[in-house]
């Protein structure tokens, strides 16, 4: 069964750092480029952050520049998304969502998502 | 502010037809043809319908069809039932920049 497993949210206070992780599993995991999408409660989808394949390839939304990193470790199925500097708007439940090719073109696998909630 | 302009609800009558619109500019939408269409019900993460305009993921009705005109993304569902009632998310390329732009999403009322 392909599947989707992310962990790592929880409550920090703003400026703190949170690392997300997503735990891939049923499918060939480097074969495919995989993103981070985010909603705030409520509010409609976001697209965070995307990485290629073979990592050669990565994008970041405006809001998260310099702040959020992606990574991932084809060896261990898994992507991470590091988050650092950390506002109140970036409270959401994150989704680690996998690509249909190796490059950005849908998101056909998607996880139950993990609660980032930023609060002092 | 959302990047792509979708009409914030729609509604129609089991059986009937719909079609939610989602507009972009010439620097994604209207540039690539790498538009997608999600369905998310309340509480569940969100589910591939369309990509690449106009193909259905295998296991999709073919109730769920797309399509494209300028900058303006459609999806029409033919034949409304009750479990198609849910909140829909168009989805673009933009560029090696901007990246990914999602819609503001619609929310269907199957009434």
């Known amino acids: 069964e392909v599947q989707l497993v992310e962990s790592g949210g929880g409550l920090v206070q703003p400026g703190r750092s949170l690392r997300l992780s997503c735990a891939a599993s049923?499918?060939?995991?480097?074969?495919?480029?995989m993103h981070w999408v985010r909603q705030a409660p409520g509010k409609g989808l976001e697209w965070v952050s995307g990485?290629?394949?073979?990592?050669?390839?990565?994008g970041y939304a405006d809001s998260v520049k310099g702040r959020f990193t992606i990574s991932r470790d084809n060896a261990k199925n898994s992507l991470y998304l590091q988050m650092n500097s950390l506002r109140a708007e970036d409270t959401a439940l994150y989704y680690c969502?996998?690509?249909?090719?190796?490059?950005?073109?849908?998101?056909?696998?998607w996880g139950q998502g993990t609660m980032v909630t930023v609060s002092s | 502010q959302s990047a792509l302009t979708q009409p914030a609800s729609v509604s129609g009558s089991p059986g009937q037809s719909i079609t939610i619109s989602c507009t972009g500019t010439?620097?994604?939408?209207?540039?690539?043809?790498?538009v997608s269409w999600y369905q998310q019900h309340p509480g569940k993460a969100p589910k591939l319908m369309i990509y690449?305009?106009?193909k259905r993921p295998s296991g999709v009705s073919n109730r769920f069809s797309g399509s494209k005109s300028g900058n303006t993304a459609s999806l029409t569902i033919s034949g409304l039932q009750a479990e198609d009632e849910a909140d829909y998310y168009c989805?673009?390329?933009?560029?090696?920049?901007?990246?990914?732009?999602f819609g503001g999403g619609t929310k269907l009322t199957v009434l």
């Open positions: 969502a996998k690509d249909r090719f190796g490059e950005l073109d849908a998101f056909d696998i």
């Open positions: 049923g499918f060939t995991f480097d074969d495919y480029a």
């Open positions: 990485i290629s394949w073979n990592s050669g390839s990565i």
């Open positions: 010439s620097s994604d939408v209207g540039s690539y043809n790498l």
């Open positions: 690449e305009v106009s």
């Open positions: 989805c673009s390329y933009a560029g090696s920049s901007t990246y990914v732009v």
